[in-house]
């Protein structure tokens, strides 16, 4: 399976700011998933995008998915301290079952 | 909510011992799996698991791990001697389908002293 690469690598806003971290990816894919991980924890799916979508939304959530370069962004608004934690992209294809990890993007938000 | 749940949460054992993880995943899906994650690094996978065997294992997946479904709702790991490189985080996931979103249990901490 093909791994995401997450930029930036860290990131670091203010509460009630927005953030905007980048997933790019190399070859085509059926989805595209979102996962948080609060430090030590497990990992919480935020969102699954599939590949004839453009956006999708849940809660303060957006996502996009760009084929055509394969990229995908991940926006959080009006954060919160709860959002501090790391944010990993996974894309997916049909002949894959598993799921490849990178770095992810790590997102403080200050009080 | 229906989640994949994980026990222990922590598990301490010394080296050269078997280790059984378990993990409940969601009722109704029909893929399982391992991944680990070494403290300070990236998830790695280890072993997917689909109509009662393997479908796809890493190069970590040795002849020291094995996997199991003993009954309809339970999803074990096995270490049969552990090593302190072993020592990481253990996520179970699982989902419907290859389609559709893989969810995660919390993890099992493990420990090889």
């Known amino acids: 399976s093909q791994q995401g690469e997450e930029d930036p690598q860290a990131l670091s806003i203010q509460e009630g700011e927005n953030a905007t971290m980048n997933c790019s990816y190399k070859?085509?894919?059926?989805?595209l998933q979102w996962y948080r991980q609060n430090s030590g924890r497990g990992l919480v799916h935020l969102i699954l995008?599939?590949?004839?979508?453009r956006e999708k939304h849940s809660g303060r959530l957006r996502v996009t998915l760009d084929t055509s370069k394969k990229s995908s962004s991940l926006l959080i608004t009006a954060s919160r301290a709860a959002d501090t934690a790391s944010y990993f992209c996974?894309?997916?294809?049909?002949?894959?079952?598993?799921?490849?990890f990178g770095a992810g993007t790590t997102v403080t938000v200050r009080a | 909510e229906p989640e994949v749940t994980q026990t222990p949460s922590h598990q301490v054992t010394q080296m050269g011992q078997e280790v059984i993880l378990r993990c409940v995943p969601i009722?109704?899906?029909?893929?399982f799996y391992w991944y680990r994650q070494i403290l300070g690094q990236k998830v790695e996978f280890l072993v997917s698991?689909?109509?009662?065997?393997?479908?796809?294992k890493s190069e970590i997946f040795d002849d020291q791990f094995s996997v199991e479904r003993p009954d309809g709702s339970n999803f074990t790991l096995k270490i049969r001697s552990t090593k302190l490189e072993d020592s990481a985080m253990y996520f179970c996931?699982?989902?419907?389908?290859?389609?559709?979103?893989?969810?995660f249990g919390p993890g099992t901490r493990l420990t090889v002293l």
């Open positions: 996931a699982s989902r419907t389908s290859v389609y559709n979103e893989q969810f």
């Open positions: 698991f689909y109509n009662n065997e393997i479908s796809e």
């Open positions: 995008i599939r590949s004839n979508e």
């Open positions: 009722s109704n899906h029909l893929y």
């Open positions: 996974a894309p997916g294809s049909s002949n894959d079952y598993k799921l490849s």
């Open positions: 070859t085509s894919i059926n989805n």
